[in-house]
């Protein structure tokens, strides 16, 4: 029941009432309607001074929603028995879909200067739990379109932009067809970074990617069916097909106490290729970045600790505009640089080391053309 306030003292509301409409020049003329409006608003001012001398009483849970509780399997309130599981179902199936938004920083880093970029990362934060002390190695297949539109749009510096993917983490000797990948969207809205992935065989992988399509069976949750709805959509519309593979060997840190939302990580030897496009081929790759250069990426969900900044400084690593994607498209001679695009701080690194300029770590050509001769496979990797 609604309680009431205090009564307005309505007398002490003096207004002066001009009803004579042969009086031009008066103040104001206010009828009933405007009387009664006034006077409900200064009443309204009186009740929120005295409010501070109510009485307050917190509403208790079940003053809220008087209806008893229901427990799993009650039939007295109209629950199916089966309602419970079916929704712990839903539930559980939701986390095949993840979600960031994050801000991202890149670096190049020298080979010569990982050793102390490593033991700076390992006194403030802690090892993924997957990568260990060697890392893990990371396959990616791009999909674009004809004419690479995903790639044009970050090369221009389009503030929304977003490319589609399929990655795997291991080796090629754990792929099979049942294994779990990641379907991903990954975005960009001004600077922040914003990706979406949903694990799935790598089978229905595939198919979700394809003309072919794919159609989920059991129970999926309405996030992750808008997900896949998204990405076929988007294969469909675009006629996206694979463009590139990109590989890589990366070494993670996560942040502890105030530093939760922080991740680091350090990607060595950038391969790729622009054919056969299977995630477990054995197809030779070819090195898109100097095997000397490895690319720091900073992550933080807010703001970035003074303690990363300044490490980057003292080893005057600086921030460069790098993409594994848009590295791949240019060593294949998939596409040109856009003649829009100022020459960035990649290309001016990358010419140095071509050049073989003093202080820098001679390694190839802009285009790097060398043939990545390290191991991907567990049973040459454990020689």
Excluded at 68 to 93: L, M, V, Y
Excluded at 111 to 131: K, N
Excluded at 299 to 312: F, H, Q, S, Y
Excluded at 333 to 350: F, N, Q, Y
Aim: net charge positive; with cysteine.
């Amino acid at each position: 029941m609604c309680r009431a306030g205090p009564p307005a003292n309505v007398e002490s509301i003096h207004v002066r009432l001009h009803v004579s409409s042969r009086h031009k020049d008066s103040p104001c003329r206010v009828g009933f309607l405007g009387v009664h409006l006034l006077a409900r608003c200064r009443s309204s001012r009186r009740r929120a001074a005295d409010k501070r001398s109510w009485p307050v009483r917190p509403l208790s849970r079940r003053a809220v929603d008087p209806r008893p509780r229901p427990t799993p399997g009650d039939r007295s309130t109209g629950e199916e028995p089966n309602a419970h599981a079916a929704s712990s179902a839903r539930t559980a199936t939701a986390s095949r879909l993840h979600a960031f938004n994050r801000f991202e920083i890149k670096y190049l880093v020298p080979q010569d200067q990982a050793d102390e970029l490593r033991a700076e990362l390992v006194r403030h934060m802690d090892a993924d739990a997957y990568s260990g002390d060697a890392g893990y190695p990371i396959t990616s297949v791009y999909y674009d379109t004809a004419h690479l539109k995903f790639y044009w749009e970050k090369i221009e510096g389009l503030k929304f932009r977003r490319k589609l993917r399929v990655r795997h983490y291991g080796t090629a000797d754990d792929l099979t067809p049942e294994s779990d990948v990641f379907v991903e969207i990954k975005q960009r809205v001004n600077r922040v970074t914003q990706k979406r992935r949903v694990s799935l065989p790598y089978r229905d992988a595939l198919a979700l990617c394809s003309p072919e399509g794919y159609e989920p069976t059991g129970e999926i949750s309405n996030r992750e069916r808008a997900f896949l709805d998204e990405v076929s959509t988007l294969v469909g519309e675009l006629d996206l097909r694979p463009t590139v593979t990109t590989g890589y060997h990366r070494e993670a840190w996560v942040g502890r106490e105030a530093d939760l939302g922080l991740r680091v990580t350090l990607d060595h030897r950038l391969r790729g290729r622009d054919r056969d496009f299977h995630l477990s081929s054995e197809s030779v790759n070819r090195l898109t970045l100097p095997p000397r250069l490895s690319v720091l990426e900073v992550k933080a969900n807010e703001r970035v600790p003074g303690w990363v900044t300044d490490l980057t400084a003292r080893m005057s690593l600086d921030v460069v505009r790098i993409s594994k994607y848009c590295q791949s498209v240019q060593a294949f001679g998939l596409a040109p640089r856009s003649t829009m695009h100022a020459p960035d701080e990649v290309d001016a690194i990358l010419r140095d080391e071509s050049a073989g300029a003093p202080g820098t770590a001679t390694a190839g050509p802009i285009h790097p053309g060398g043939v990545d001769a390290a191991a991907t496979r567990k049973s040459v990797l454990a020689r």
